[in-house]
């Protein structure tokens, strides 16, 4: 066995695994944006970080554990490109937007603000995150229904969610994305389309 299968194995098995290293990545995801994007130094938010490990654990994690493992293996059609096209359909058409919302309003009552704060978070972030979300997730959910193994789908996300968790940080940190970040997400996206 390879170390990466083994590493597959390790990260994506049992669901406590998959919750561990969910938080794993989120905290990667802002130590990325604290560390080579805001170039913050020694003056890290480790609060902020610790946040946003919670909340890739905690929420995000499980929710996509059921949603990846339960609601999504439900559908089923003889054709495999049905298939694929559907489940990314309502990924992309549900759990998208309420993930994208769901961070926005948990993050920010994290922080200590106020449900009035949390809903304004997600008016002014919601529309234009989303559309950043399907430009990177659309293809990257196809190849992730096509290919990876309902086990390993949670993981595959989650890595590829290093990027898109760096850009979720800024802009719940209230920061926009440098030209660096923009053209990460769009190398990411570029790799993913050579695969179809």
């Not at 905690?58 to 493992?69: E, H, K, N, Y």
């Not at 989303?130 to 789908?153: D, E, H, Y």
Request: with cysteine; hydrophobic share 45%; aromatic share 10%.
């Amino acid at each position: 066995m390879s170390a990466f299968t083994r590493f597959i194995a390790a990260t994506s098995s049992t669901f406590p695994r998959q919750c561990l290293t969910g938080g794993v990545l989120f905290a990667t995801g802002d130590t990325i944006a604290q560390q080579l994007v805001e170039k913050r130094g020694r003056n890290h938010d480790y609060i902020r970080t610790g946040r946003l490990a919670l909340y890739g654990g905690a929420v995000f994690s499980p929710l996509a554990s059921i949603w990846f493992g339960r609601v999504l293996e439900r559908v089923q059609f003889s054709s495999k490109t049905a298939n694929i096209a559907t489940k990314v359909a309502l990924d992309q058409g549900i759990a998208s937007p309420a993930f994208v919302a769901a961070f926005f309003s948990i993050t920010t009552l994290m922080a200590g603000g106020r449900p009035a704060e949390a809903k304004q978070k997600v008016k002014d972030n919601w529309w234009p995150t989303l559309k950043t979300a399907w430009g990177l997730w659309i293809p990257v959910q196809t190849l992730n229904m096509a290919l990876v193994p309902v086990s390993s789908r949670l993981l595959f996300v989650n890595v590829v969610s290093i990027f898109w968790n760096t850009f979720l940080s800024m802009k719940s940190a209230g920061m926009e994305p440098t030209k660096e970040l923009e053209k990460g997400i769009e190398l990411v996206e570029a790799k993913v389309d050579k695969l179809h």
